[in-house]
Structures are given as C-alpha cells and as structure tokens.
C-alpha cells in the first residue's frame, strides 16, 4: 500500500490532553470522529485507550475490544506513514 493510501484513511489532530481521529476511507467507520483522552508529549501523544469515545452522531456507541484493535491498528499505520516522527504511546489498560 502507497503512503497516500495510507494516510487518506484518517485524519489525526492531538491537543494537550486529547486526540482527535477523523476516519476518512475506512471501511468500518468512515465519516466518523472518534476522540481519544490522554497527555501530549514532545515526541508525541500518550493515549488511553479505554477513554475512545465516538463524536456526535454516534456518542451513545460503546466500542467493542475489536473495534479498539482495529483503530489502534488504522492510527499506528497513520502514525509508521506520516513521516513527521509523531508517536502515539498506547497506555495498557489497567
């Protein structure tokens, strides 16, 4: 798969304390922004996965363990991609 390919999947925006993931050419959730609670580093972004939560249109979804292993698998593909040496530390859940 070619880096255009990859990062057109989802578009990935981090703030001090959240990540913001837009699922552009997804097969599962295209259209849809999920938001991922955590701290930003200086490398990078330090995630809780047990924080993911969708946006607005479909904040009343729960997010199975597949589908978390799905995303983490979509944005660490955006992350080996996009060539600007942001890193996402997944912490385990406790």
């Given at each position: 798969?070619?880096?255009?390919?990859?990062?057109?999947k989802v578009n990935v925006l981090f703030s001090s304390s959240k990540?913001?993931?837009e699922f552009l050419k997804d097969p599962y959730f295209e259209g849809r922004k999920l938001v991922i609670k955590g701290e930003?580093?200086?490398?990078?972004f330090d995630a809780y996965p047990s924080t993911?939560?969708?946006?607005?249109?479909?904040?009343?979804?729960k997010i199975d363990e597949q589908q978390k292993k799905h995303i983490r698998n979509v944005i660490c593909e955006y992350?080996?991609?996009c060539k600007t040496?942001?890193?996402?530390i997944w912490e385990d859940e406790k």
């Open positions: 798969m070619n880096d255009k390919n990859t990062l057109s990540l913001l993931v930003a580093l200086s490398c990078g993911m939560q969708w946006l607005k249109s479909n904040e009343n979804e992350e080996k991609n040496g942001f890193k996402i």
